[in-house]
């Protein structure tokens, strides 16, 4: 749920279908709908729709908080309400609307693009988003450790087992570790612990936090770990990427593969921040 939006927008309940615009913020009676997993990926449309609208503002909406667009409720590219169950992420993406100038730009809008995959993607599939998470149980980034050089090696164990430990201790996983790439395969222990821990992860909008910070680090402890207070986003993010700070440490640093890497670093600060203003009530 990290790569390439097609339609992020919402649309306005009556207003001016025509146009560029209509289809990217999926108007009534378009062929068919957005793929609502595609709603947080990537950089957007290369022809983006003009901004349409002079004020972002929230209304009460079913206990939490609809965007509404010049006074019309605002629906995600699937058609649903853009509704947010707190005031504190429902401010945050009407700011990211207010924030547009000339065009809208999804790139510039993560909280949107992630409040729409969380109600078009994972409410209505709840638990096909839980099995495809529980497959990162069985294959954890942190379970899989290097064998040398002995600074890699022993920056790995500074980073990784303290968060295992607390996996252990607080959700009941304990890892097998293996060295190289070779499959560990883990106790069923584990990898019930796991999906007990993501089962128990309250509302869409969290889950698609979760599964965006899955997905970004290769780990599902370390994603746990941010959701439930453990780490930072920083620390998780830091700790994700023991490998390749030694191998810049020893060969330089590869401009492209940085840039990459803080376009990523960016959609994981986002999920972090989501999963923070959803449980902000």
Known sequence: MSDDPKSEGPNRDGANRDGPDADWLGAPGSAAPPDPTRSARGPGKPALPKRFYAEAALAEHAGGFRLTLDGRPANTPARNPLALPTRALAEGVAAEW?????????????LTRLANTAIDGVAPRREAVVDDLSAYAGTDLLAYRAGDPDRLVQAQAEAWDPVLDWAHEVLGARF???EGVMHVTQPDTTVAALRRAIGETDGPFRLAALHTLTTLTGSLVLALAVLRGRLTPTQAWTAAHVDETYQASVWGQDEEAAARQAQRRAEFDAAAHLSALSDAG
Not at 98 to 110: E, K
């Open 98 to 110: 207010a924030a547009q100038i000339d065009v809208i730009d999804p790139s510039r809008m993560p």
């Open 176 to 178: 097998i570790l293996g």
